[in-house]
């Protein structure tokens, strides 16, 4: 059987045939073996000739080149049923507002990254994630995501009589002081029941001006559970806190945490007395995506 395959005769058939599959490109050439077809792919993909899927379909997943992305949609008929119900959604939608999802349909948006792209955006409220299809470009999704968020065109700019500037400060003033009478009062609730560890969880949150919308004991001294309101540069942001008295924590606290946070649509904060083992910290960024980790208070 005749072996001898160039890199150059695997790259024409890529251009010419993509998205593909690796055996689909050995029987277009009509010769070669599977693994120098492979060793060929590879130095393609690391030199940036070529683009690989997260779509696979027998394990082996696709390879096109720049300019084949429309061909893309094709391969949605290889996801699974619940990953192709999110990539149908998004496609009607064309964006998607991550806060806004169902938990499931949130973990399949990043289960599809041939279809689904990330687009953080910085709002008042603090940085939030929007989703759009692959096929629309940045300004149309701009577009999108101002609808989604009521944004209206701006109105043509009235002129009026400026203030005297003393004026001004004076007003600045009054609306200062009356934005401070607003405030919570940061002094500790007290119970005659409040463990060490409530006391303990009540004052981090005062020292760092946290405020309390609402608190659930899950065991006393032991885990608690809060929905609390934390200061940004941008404003306050809602978050899922979860608090736990534990010398050690393990990745299946923190997934825990990070599944309920999902389900109440909600950031999350995770406080704990003790420490995160090293294994589980590692994959922090990448395994719990904006979990903010508080340790040995």
Not at 45 to 57: A, E, H, Q, R, Y
Not at 71 to 76: I, N, Q, V
Not at 197 to 220: A, G, M, P, W
């Amino acid at each position: 059987m005749n072996y001898d395959l160039t890199k150059s005769e695997v790259f024409e058939v890529v251009k010419s045939h993509g998205p593909i599959i690796p055996i689909r490109i050995k029987k277009v050439i009509g010769r070669g073996d599977s693994v120098i077809v492979g060793a060929y792919l590879s130095q393609l993909l690391k030199s940036g000739d070529v683009k690989i899927t997260s779509v696979k379909i027998g394990g082996s997943p696709f390879y096109y080149v720049s300019g084949q992305e429309s061909k893309l949609d094709a391969l949605s008929e290889h996801l699974n049923e619940k990953d192709k119900r999110t990539y149908f959604l998004l496609r009607e939608k064309n964006v998607l507002r991550d806060s806004t999802q169902e938990p499931l349909v949130r973990v399949s948006l990043r289960n599809i990254p041939d279809f689904a792209k990330k687009v953080n955006v910085n709002l008042k409220s603090g940085k939030e994630l929007f989703w759009k299809h692959y096929s629309l470009s940045d300004s149309e999704a701009v577009e999108h995501i101002k609808n989604l968020l009521g944004v209206k065109k701006p109105e043509p700019v009235k002129e009026e009589v400026s203030k005297p500037k003393v004026q001004e400060e004076v007003e600045k003033e009054v609306v200062e002081k009356q934005d401070a009478q607003t405030r919570l009062d940061p002094k500790p609730i007290q119970r005659s029941d409040m463990s060490e560890f409530e006391t303990r969880v009540r004052s981090y949150f005062i020292s760092k001006e946290i405020e309390v919308l609402s608190f659930d004991q899950v065991r006393n001294n032991r885990e608690y559970d809060f929905h609390v309101n934390i200061p940004t540069s941008v404003g306050k942001a809602e978050y899922f806190c979860k608090c736990r008295n534990k010398k050690s924590v393990n990745e299946g606290d923190l997934s825990s945490a990070y599944l309920a946070g999902l389900k109440k649509r909600l950031p999350v904060l995770f406080i704990t007395t003790g420490e995160v083992n090293k294994s589980t910290k590692e994959s922090l960024s990448e395994e719990f995506k904006g979990l903010i980790l508080k340790e040995k208070i």
